[in-house]
């Protein structure tokens, strides 16, 4: 521990001849260095699934004329099938994500549905 606090140039024990203690840096080191490895997990479990098939992520474009309890509905069951699967949701104006769609591979689909007025 010595040799990684010389490494960092910060001290990350406070020792003393009865007891040894996390100083802040350490404190705030340890969760940083938990943070990492969590991210590392995450990693191994993505490059895992994606040997298995899985192919990545849905993209849904919603407008706000939309029933949001048919997308919770959506959302919850989608989690319930595939528990792994990372569901993030964001807003953007509808002439936005077309831009988007527009500038995307050929191999991505976009499926617009427009209601009737």
């Not at 990545?56 to 029933?67: E, K, M, Q, V």
């Not at 989608?78 to 509808?94: A, G, K, Y």
């Amino acid at each position: 521990m010595r040799n990684l606090e010389a490494t960092l140039g910060v001290q990350l024990f406070d020792r003393s001849a009865h007891q040894t203690r996390l100083t802040w840096a350490g404190q705030v080191f340890l969760g940083e260095c938990r943070r990492v490895l969590a991210t590392v997990e995450q990693a191994v479990s993505a490059a895992k699934a994606a040997a298995q098939g899985y192919q990545g992520y849905l993209r849904i474009a919603i407008c706000d004329s939309l029933a949001q309890p048919r997308i919770a509905t959506l959302l919850a069951r989608s989690r319930e099938d595939e528990p792994e699967l990372e569901i993030r949701v964001f807003e953007l104006p509808f002439a936005q994500q077309l831009k988007d769609a527009a500038r995307r591979s050929a191999g991505h689909r976009l499926c617009v549905v427009k209601r009737g007025t």
